[in-house]
């Protein structure tokens, strides 16, 4: 049984997750992750330009002074995106940072992006798995000395539920394992559901969606989709619906495979899980939707099974936020090809990377 440790969000004075962070960050036994002279790594989401529900800055700042504490260099960082908008490159993603809030002056900490200019500063490192022989891990986070992952958990189109295997296996990797996990999602447009409303069209970060003038639908060009599923989460008719070319539990084992070749490249790893703007969607995209429960707190653990699981168990079983459609605990995490959400974290424990089992102890 691994040990999850909880700051609940504070009620008074002096108890709010600001003050609780360094706690939590010594009650977790972090200091033992974190070196003298370290060059740690905070892997974080900025977010997209115009998305609003990521992890404020001024947490991050509480988090860069428990690692300086140590009196070691952290480090923000996150690596580039298959897809069009704001982080696709190292320039555009550390101005969308700066943007968003994160830079020396605000956090502390400066900000790297992890695979370099255009996405391709990369360390493969051998697993031998079901999936991949070879995982292209992002440069800077594999020639850090140790690592901080600090997670925003939300939900998610393609494997219902995002927490630090997803900020790992999908944001601590290169373009062509990002690609691979995505590769089974094939969206389909109902033509007799669709009015032409064009809402898909300005949301889609390749421009694979165009409108059939004359039929009045929307047309999905196949070549161009890279699976993300943005569209099925973005229609109001849901008039699109996701084909799996082949078994949808197979991408969230992708993304535990992933994650498992950042986990055994790196010997001292520490995890945060922030339960806040728990929205539907991950902080990818340019707008923001309202959360699905009432703010819960803070997580840390050295397992990264064990806080994904807490924190699954903790929106299910918190109160409904501001929309009602999630007051059923069964749609809060839904993979967008229907199914379990939870294959990620199975696989996880089969790959011996921790374990379901968790011990939450209150700070």
């Known amino acids: 049984m691994s040990e999850v440790y909880f700051a609940q969000v504070g009620t008074s004075g002096g108890k709010g997750l600001l003050e609780q962070t360094v706690p939590l960050f010594n009650k977790a036994g972090f200091n033992d992750v974190v070196g003298e002279h370290d060059l740690v790594a905070v892997k974080l989401h900025f977010g997209e330009l115009g998305c609003s529900s990521f992890i404020p800055g001024f947490y991050i700042r509480e988090i860069v002074k428990a690692i300086a504490g140590c009196e070691a260099r952290p480090f923000?960082?996150?690596?580039?995106?298959?897809?069009?908008?704001?982080?696709?490159?190292?320039?555009?993603?550390?101005?969308?940072?700066?943007?968003?809030?994160?830079?020396?002056?605000?956090?502390?900490?400066?900000?790297?992006?992890?695979?370099?200019?255009?996405?391709?500063?990369?360390?493969?490192?051998?697993?031998?798995?079901?999936?991949?022989?070879?995982?292209?891990?992002?440069?800077?986070?594999?020639?850090?000395?140790?690592?901080?992952?600090?997670s925003h958990v939300t939900g998610h189109g393609l494997t219902g539920f995002a927490g630090a295997f997803k900020n790992l296996g999908m944001g601590a990797v290169g373009r062509a394992v990002k690609l691979s996990?995505?590769?089974?999602?094939?969206?389909q447009v109902d033509r007799d559901t669709c009015d032409a409303c064009a809402g898909c069209l300005k949301h889609c970060p390749v421009d694979a969606i165009s409108i059939d003038k004359g039929g009045g639908f929307a047309v999905i060009d196949l070549e161009l989709?890279?699976?993300?599923?943005?569209?099925?989460?973005?229609?109001?008719?849901?008039?699109?619906?996701i084909e799996w070319q082949g078994d949808s539990e197979r991408a969230q084992e992708k993304l535990a495979e992933a994650a498992s070749a950042v986990i055994r490249q790196k010997d001292k790893i520490a995890y945060f899980n922030y339960l806040l703007n728990v929205t539907p969607s991950c902080d990818c995209w340019q707008h923001t939707a309202a959360p699905m429960v009432a703010d819960i707190g803070l997580l840390a653990s050295r397992d990264p099974v064990a806080i994904d699981q807490a924190s699954i168990d903790l929106v299910k079983d918190a109160p409904c936020g501001y929309n009602n459609k999630?007051?059923?605990?069964?749609?809060?995490?839904?993979?967008?090809?229907?199914?379990?959400?939870?294959?990620?974290?199975?696989?996880?424990?089969?790959?011996?990377?921790?374990?379901?089992?968790?011990?939450?102890?209150?700070?």
């Not at 996990?181 to 969206?187: D, F, G, K, N």
């Open 181 to 187: 996990i995505h590769e089974l999602v094939r969206p």
């Open 76 to 150: 923000l960082t996150d690596s580039c995106v298959l897809y069009l908008g704001k982080r696709r490159n190292a320039y555009d993603h550390t101005i969308t940072a700066h943007a968003n809030g994160f830079s020396l002056s605000t956090t502390g900490a400066p900000v790297i992006i992890a695979d370099g200019l255009q996405g391709s500063y990369v360390e493969p490192f051998e697993i031998q798995g079901k999936y991949f022989d070879i995982v292209d891990i992002a440069g800077a986070v594999a020639d850090a000395d140790s690592l901080v992952v600090v």
């Open 326 to 363: 999630y007051s059923d605990v069964n749609r809060r995490f839904r993979p967008i090809g229907g199914g379990p959400f939870d294959s990620t974290l199975s696989y996880a424990e089969e790959l011996g990377l921790g374990t379901r089992d968790y011990e939450l102890i209150p700070v």
């Open 225 to 241: 989709c890279i699976g993300c599923g943005e569209c099925m989460t973005i229609c109001p008719r849901e008039a699109i619906r």
